[in-house]
């Protein structure tokens, strides 16, 4: 109310909002923020394509990417992603061509990906997806190559993503994983694998080394590997029923703190007793339910930050608690249903060696899931992610107008590495209640959130530092 009859001129208002760098402008006019209870994703060129990528893919240079619109007919409007940049335009005509600059922190393979945003008459929302990959390259000499970590601590069956640096004019940059060029060789691949996403799997006790090549420079990282598969820490599902049923479980007994839980494919688990194991897996075509206020799952402890639910198969939670120190990933062909409840998730705790890994998003859904449903509970972040690559959510699903997504506690202070804080440009595009209560505005304990979001009901800024820098629309 303060603010309605101030002058621009006074203290009250003060120029801190940074300038919206992206190619195509990302305030977008009300028709692109529909209220829709379902959003199915389509790969395919039926709509939208991909037609050329300009070949001069180097850092700091631009590239261009053009596309052929096929079909206008309910399009509300064009979303393309690439690198840190997400633009969107109303633009209709039938070829289209984008601009981005390439930014020096990336480099290897990147992904392009362009979307048709279609508007159907029963109000529910269709993405038409087309995607490309460009080899960006750095031409500056390259002055060196490292990982960061001199030795790692692997959980036997859990991917493990070293963070990779170059240096470039002197400065120290990430290398994605899957960068080319990266060759790896380990010393024993009966101990520890490098699996097809570039990712160190431990396979037995035992203890090896991997040395790493990229052109011409050299490191090595010395892994520890624990727990192997057929261990007493493995407790799998062998039938379907209640969680506090020893029956159902390979070992017998009920899941404890030890334990990395798989439920296996065609077994339906009921949550129905508070239990803290390790790590979660739900296989394909396997669920778990918690429906009961009174129950509560917690997967890790708050000195273990980087374990993980992995959900390949049904996830519903429509009451009680499940608290993650670690991440969540909701795989392709899954599905996650949250009607109510809580879902809790801290995957930092200050420390890189048992944070989630730089790079690795703390809740991570697929874009081709099978079904996305969060129409109401809590989605809280207890604090923002801790590597510079990393983002609290990777969703390109819309959340109802009854969910509450909250950051922070307003108790924990734990610094980030992301410049962005608790957002980036990977949110969805609309959720239901924002609460945003970081304690602090210092350590990146702030919200920046580069691209449009609808906030369907309110927003409660309790603590810390709130910037939006693209349109926020708050309510109907």
């Not at 963070?163 to 290398?175: A, H, T």
């Not at 918690?290 to 390949?312: C, E, G, H, K």
């Not at 107008?401 to 610094?415: H, P, Q, R, T």
């Amino acid at each position: 109310m303060d603010l309605l009859n101030a002058d621009v001129n006074s203290i009250l208002f003060a120029d801190d909002i940074p300038a919206n760098n992206d190619p195509e402008p990302s305030g977008l006019p009300g028709n692109a923020f529909r209220s829709t209870s379902t959003v199915t994703t389509l790969y395919d060129t039926s709509k939208i394509k991909i037609t050329t990528v300009s070949s001069n893919n180097f850092v700091d240079s631009t590239v261009t990417v053009s596309v052929n619109l096929k079909d206008t007919t309910g399009l509300e409007y064009i979303k393309i992603y690439f690198q840190d940049n997400d633009s969107a335009t109303l633009n209709r005509a039938s070829s289209l061509q984008f601009n981005f600059k390439i930014n020096a922190v990336y480099s290897g393979m990147q992904p392009i990906n362009v979307a048709a945003v279609y508007g159907l008459p029963d109000g529910s929302t269709e993405y038409h997806v087309d995607t490309a990959s460009v080899n960006v390259v750095n031409l500056a000499p390259l002055q060196g190559f490292r990982i960061d970590q001199d030795s790692a601590d692997l959980i036997t069956g859990v991917p493990y993503y070293p963070d990779y640096m170059v240096k470039y004019n002197g400065q120290w940059i990430p290398l994605p994983n899957n960068a080319p060029g990266i060759a790896v060789v380990i010393q024993n691949p009966a101990v520890v694998i490098l699996d097809t996403q570039s990712a160190f799997v431990g396979q037995q006790v035992n203890t090896t080394a991997a040395y790493l090549t990229y052109f011409g420079f050299k490191d090595t990282i010395l892994f520890k590997s624990y727990l192997p598969i057929n261990s007493n820490c493995i407790n799998k599902t062998i039938a379907s029923g209640s969680v506090k049923n020893p029956a159902i479980w390979s070992k017998l007994s009920v899941p404890d703190v030890c334990d990395s839980v798989v439920i296996e494919s065609g077994h339906t688990v009921i949550l129905d007793t508070s239990v803290s194991i390790r790590t979660l897996r739900i296989n394909s075509g396997a669920s778990l339910t918690i429906q009961d206020s009174a129950v509560r799952l917690n997967i890790s402890d708050p000195d273990n930050t980087q374990q993980f639910l992995d959900n390949y198969g049904t996830l519903n939670i429509s009451n009680g608690t499940i608290s993650i120190n670690g991440q969540i990933k909701l795989y392709a062909s899954s599905g996650f249903n949250m009607s109510g409840g809580n879902l809790l998730i801290n995957g930092n705790n200050g420390n890189v060696g048992s944070s989630v890994a730089n790079g690795s998003h703390l809740f991570n859904a697929d874009i081709s899931m099978q079904n996305f449903s969060f129409t109401g509970g809590t989605l809280q972040f207890i604090n923002p992610p801790l590597g510079a690559l990393s983002q609290a959510i990777n969703c390109p699903f819309n959340f109802g107008d009854s969910s509450v997504l909250k950051f922070g506690n307003g108790i924990s202070i734990v610094a980030s590495n992301n410049s962005n804080g608790f957002g980036g440009n990977l949110l969805p595009a609309q959720v239901g209640k924002l609460i945003f209560d970081p304690a602090t505005s210092m350590n990146n304990r702030i919200f920046i959130n580069v691209n449009p979001l609808n906030v369907r009901t309110s927003v409660n800024v309790r603590s810390g530092n709130f910037k939006q820098q693209a349109l926020l629309k708050v309510g109907h």
